[in-house]
């Protein structure tokens, strides 16, 4: 296959972040995506109606003109959350789900939960209101091991908590594990997965691929092998509870580039054309549209965009770098190449 012409994709998991940093990033998800469910972790995090409202705003004045694009906002749950929130971003339908960042689990989380307890008469309005939990599911014990995280958070809180919450809709976001794989596609279908591109492309060896490489560092760290292709089979496998969302994370370079850099891929300028690649290479690029455009919107109870994208087999070359505010940001496959453009 040398073209692909799919529904338009969406991406169910962005960070755009705000201020200066909007027109610089939201074109590229604008370009590719009919819709974009937009992360939270802002500084200060977005964990009102009235604030996510006008963060859409922000990110609407971003998008070119022209151009059809539609930012799906979420709030972040604390522990101060109330259930009016809840009711209100329920009623409101640019409003579509609460994040749960377990507190110290990756950027910006401080704000976040310490333990489920404080949040349970919250997470029961939302069942009520058939609002979505997105749940950042990494352990956060300090003594946890990184590589083990995701696994210890399914045992020893996903796991709970769905029992407890047996209505709740939940999208277990970014897995990187077999584990996860396995047990998203056991449970009952209120439960859905995202997959990024870069877990379908890479594994943990990028990160020290000739020396430490920031740009391969994001949260969930990349894994080994065996389960990077547990994710490709899920995300080519047609089940509807595997869906596109990139988790890109766009970090100003010298944040990256430091003794202490911060977490996060910049995916968002060949998003759909890495996962394209990523299809291809399994043989699978006619599960591409299901996964990518179907699968999502099933999920969250909207219909599919009614346009389409072509993907032509044509390389090119990814620049070094794209300006991000007043500094920059350093793509993935940063003056490499990819294998697939998007035709206009
Ligand atoms: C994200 C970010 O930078 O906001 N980073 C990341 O590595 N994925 C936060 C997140 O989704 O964990
Ligand atoms: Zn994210």
């Known amino acids: ?31 590719r995506f009919g819709r ?19 963060y859409r705003e922000r990110v609407l004045a971003a998008v070119p003109e022209g151009v059809q694009f539609e930012p799906l906002m979420t709030l972040y749950l604390t522990e101060q959350t109330s259930a009016a929130e809840v009711e209100r971003a329920a009623v409101d339908p640019r409003v579509v789900a609460v994040k749960l960042y377990p507190a110290g689990a990756t950027t910006n989380s401080e704000a976040g939960v310490h333990s489920l307890e404080p949040v349970y ?5 939302m069942a009520e209101h058939g609002l979505p939990l997105l749940i950042h599911g990494e352990d956060t014990d300090p003594a946890s091991d990184i590589f083990d995280r995701e696994e210890r958070f399914i045992e020893g809180t996903l796991v709970p908590l769905l029992r407890r919450l047996p209505t709740l809709k939940v999208v277990l976001e970014h897995i990187t594990t077999a584990t996860a794989v396995e047990f998203v596609g056991s449970t009952s279908k209120r439960v859905a997965a995202t997959i990024t591109a870069h877990h379908l492309l890479l594994n943990r060896n990028a990160i020290f691929e000739g020396g430490l490489r920031p740009h391969a560092y994001c949260l969930p760290v990349l894994k080994r092998e065996r389960h990077r292709r547990a994710l490709v089979e899920a995300a080519t496998s047609g089940n509807p509870k595997f869906f596109l969302g990139t988790d890109s994370a766009p970090h100003p370079r010298d944040a990256k580039e430091s003794a202490c850099g911060c977490a996060g891929c910049f995916t968002a300028h060949a998003a759909i054309e890495l996962y394209a690649e990523a299809f291809d290479q ?10 990518a455009s179907r699968f999502g919107p099933a999920f969250y109870g909207l219909d599919p965009n009614n346009t389409r994208v072509t993907l032509e087999r044509s390389e090119w070359q990814v620049p070094a770098s794209y300006p991000f505010g007043s500094g920059e940001v350093i793509p993935m496959r940063a003056g490499e190449v990819v294998s697939w453009r998007l035709t206009d």
């Open 121 to 125: 008469g919250v997470l029961e309005a």
């Open 282 to 291: 399994a043989g699978a690029l006619d599960k591409l549209e299901g996964f």
């Open 36 to 54: 974009a469910i937009l992360m939270p972790n802002l500084k200060p995090p977005i964990t009102t109606v009235d604030q996510a409202l006008l």
């Open 1 to 31: 296959m040398e073209r692909l012409t799919i529904l338009r994709p969406d991406d169910w998991h962005l960070h755009v972040r705000d201020g200066e940093a909007l027109p610089s990033v939201v074109p590229f998800s604008a370009r």
